[in-house]
């Protein structure tokens, strides 16, 4: 089984910075795409931000600019630098990953717990 552990969320102030972690462990034998969503409150959990295997990267357009995944296929880590945040960035945070196990034929997706990120004065 696979199992994605988050850090790095928090409250940070409009204008702040923070630099989300995941880490996938398990019996992996490759992590293809790597992805990063969010789910403010009342609202859709949306695609924030997503690498491929070989370092590809595609944005939300509300978070060009500012946000910048990538990964650390040695360490199987995806990280996301959130910079200049605004409020309407406030969301919990999910990290999301397509793994081929040993255990398993082919690849599925798997999901972190969340973080929660508040951007407030």
């Known amino acids: 089984q696979v199992q994605l552990v988050e850090s790095g969320g928090g409250l940070v102030q409009p204008g702040g910075s923070l630099r989300l972690s995941c880490a996938a462990s398990?019996?992996?034998?490759?992590?293809?795409?790597m992805r990063w969503y969010r789910q403010a409150p009342g609202k859709e959990r949306d695609l924030v931000a997503r690498i491929s295997s070989v370092g590809s990267t595609n944005y939300a357009d509300s978070v060009k600019g500012r946000f910048t995944i990538s990964r650390d296929n040695a360490k199987n880590t995806v990280s996301l630098q959130m910079n200049s945040l605004k409020p309407e960035d406030t969301a919990v945070y999910y990290c999301n990953a397509d793994i081929i196990l040993w255990s398993s034929r082919g690849p599925a997706s798997y999901w972190g717990q969340g973080t929660q990120v508040t951007v407030s004065s």
């Open positions: 398990g019996s992996i034998v490759r992590i293809n795409a």
